[in-house]
């Protein structure tokens, strides 16, 4: 069974200039370390699939960034804040050690 990759995005609806905001992001990516499995232990083992990073981007500069290792559950779940300075394109981007990319865009308006 293949699950479908989601990403979400949440941003407060409102920041003002100069306020300090909570940006949640979420992947919904199995994380197979390719380690035998528990659950059938006479089954292969799935076949690795990990994240390796998480970046994001506030009109194309660098604002946060995550690495990603075998301890990493499944459907990783980011909480960081930033300083809401300007308006413009907020960029998160997953990618995977396969060379996958997943990406959210959303517009971050400034009150």
Not at 25 to 41: C, F, L, Q, V, Y
Not at 63 to 78: D, K, N, Q, R, T
Request: hydrophobic share 40%; glycine share 6%; net charge neutral.
């Amino acid at each position: 069974m293949t699950t479908a990759i989601t990403t979400h995005v949440h941003l407060p609806p409102h920041p003002k200039r100069g306020e300090v905001i909570l940006v949640q992001a979420k992947i919904t990516h199995p994380m197979s370390n390719g380690w035998p499995r528990k659950d059938a232990p006479d089954a292969p083992p799935l076949a690795r699939n990990m994240l390796k990073s998480f970046r994001c981007f506030l009109n194309n500069v660098l604002v946060f960034e995550s690495l990603f290792f075998e301890g990493a559950a499944p459907y990783p779940y980011l909480a960081f804040k930033i300083r809401a300075n300007e308006s413009g394109e907020l960029i998160c981007r997953w990618e995977g050690e396969n060379g996958e990319v997943f990406e959210t865009k959303r517009y971050l308006a400034i009150e």
